[in-house]
């Protein structure tokens, strides 16, 4: 059984282009939560998704970042228009239910913007 | 509003002492309280946890134990390696959706 799976693990954009992080679940898991992490920083939440469907997006910027996680496929976090600021190591996670549960993470993608 | 708050933010001991760490959360309905390890450029890792129908938990060096009535949860170390050096994570679900929610961290410096 694979783990959580995050690629690109490394990527790097100009100001201006787009970013898009996929995550795909272990098997069986139907929900997927997004931090972000800074270095030297804890664990942001931004975004918790279930199979098409976001039940918590607070901790997302409102501008130029959304989620996805359709019926098939992996999680999408899309950064648009990437400033400098959005340079940082972005974790997901996954869990078979709602939040009483042991999330595991995927290996990270970090994001560099030049 | 939603929260976890975790001190100290860092923590050095001799090795061989013990270390604890400290997590209060705010959402009473929380039942799941999660201990992460992070090592520097790693995923977090799940190390311990424990629900709220028990106080305390144990697995070989590590425990966790909880006081639902003052809403905090502790983690305790005991014995402490170099191995044990990295960034230590409380978590809780909190709010109407169970959206789990870290603390900030507590770096442990395990000093010879």
């Known amino acids: 059984n694979a783990g959580v799976m995050q690629n690109p693990r490394h990527l790097v954009r100009r100001r201006g282009q787009e970013a898009r992080l996929r995550c795909s679940p272990m098997k069986g898991h139907s929900h997927v939560y997004w931090y972000r992490q800074l270095p030297e920083e804890g664990l942001k939440f931004m975004v918790y998704?279930?199979?098409?469907?976001?039940?918590?997006e607070s901790g997302m910027p409102k501008e130029r970042f959304s989620a996805e996680f359709p019926k098939e496929g992996p999680s999408i976090l899309r950064i648009q228009q990437v400033v400098r600021g959005d340079s940082a190591a972005y974790f997901c996670a996954s869990s078979p239910a709602s939040g009483s549960n042991e999330q595991f993470f995927g290996p990270g993608t970090r994001l560099t913007v030049l | 509003g939603e929260n976890v708050e975790q001190h100290p933010s860092t923590l050095s001991v001799q090795e061989g002492d013990s270390a604890v760490i400290k997590c209060t959360y705010s959402?009473?309905?929380?039942?799941?309280f999660p201990w992460y390890k992070q090592e520097l450029g790693k995923r977090p890792q799940l190390i311990i946890d424990i629900r709220s129908n028990v106080g305390e938990k144990k697995d070989q060096r590590i425990a966790v134990t909880l006081n639902k009535t003052a809403k905090h949860f502790s983690l305790h170390i005991t014995e402490t390696q170099p191995e044990d050096s990295a960034v230590y994570f409380c978590?809780?679900?909190?709010?109407?959706?169970?959206?789990?929610?870290f603390g900030k961290g507590t770096r442990l410096h395990i000093l010879p």
């Open positions: 978590a809780a679900p909190l709010g109407r959706d169970d959206k789990i929610i």
């Open positions: 998704l279930q199979k098409e469907n976001i039940i918590d």
């Open positions: 959402d009473s309905a929380s039942n799941y």
